[in-house]
């Protein structure tokens, strides 16, 4: 399947959401439950995540943060 976001993307989107919500990388990866490591490369755009953790991901979002997410997401597909 062809990644919509590209490296550079993904690294603002997830890097951005997480500082709004005052969280370290590792606070992150373990709201996540997956490694600091695989986190750490997501933000670094050298991963994704699974549909199932983004699904988790986005749920821990407030309906404000969530729309914050969505709106990086559709300036950079439009971009």
Same mark, same amino acid.
């Given at each position: 399947?062809? *990644?919509i976001?590209?490296?550079t993307t993904r690294r603002k989107i997830f890097k951005t959401t997480r500082t709004q919500m005052g969280l370290t990388q590792a606070a992150m990866s373990?709201?996540?439950h997956i490694s600091e490591r695989q986190?750490? *490369?997501v933000e670094r755009g050298k991963n994704g995540l699974t549909a199932a953790t983004l699904l988790y991901f986005l749920s821990l979002?407030?309906?404000e943060a969530k729309l914050?997410?969505?709106h990086l997401?559709?300036?950079e597909i439009a971009a």
């Amino acid at each position: 399947m062809k *990644n919509i976001l590209n490296e550079t993307t993904r690294r603002k989107i997830f890097k951005t959401t997480r500082t709004q919500m005052g969280l370290t990388q590792a606070a992150m990866s373990e709201k996540l439950h997956i490694s600091e490591r695989q986190y750490g *490369n997501v933000e670094r755009g050298k991963n994704g995540l699974t549909a199932a953790t983004l699904l988790y991901f986005l749920s821990l979002l407030s309906d404000e943060a969530k729309l914050q997410f969505l709106h990086l997401v559709e300036c950079e597909i439009a971009a």
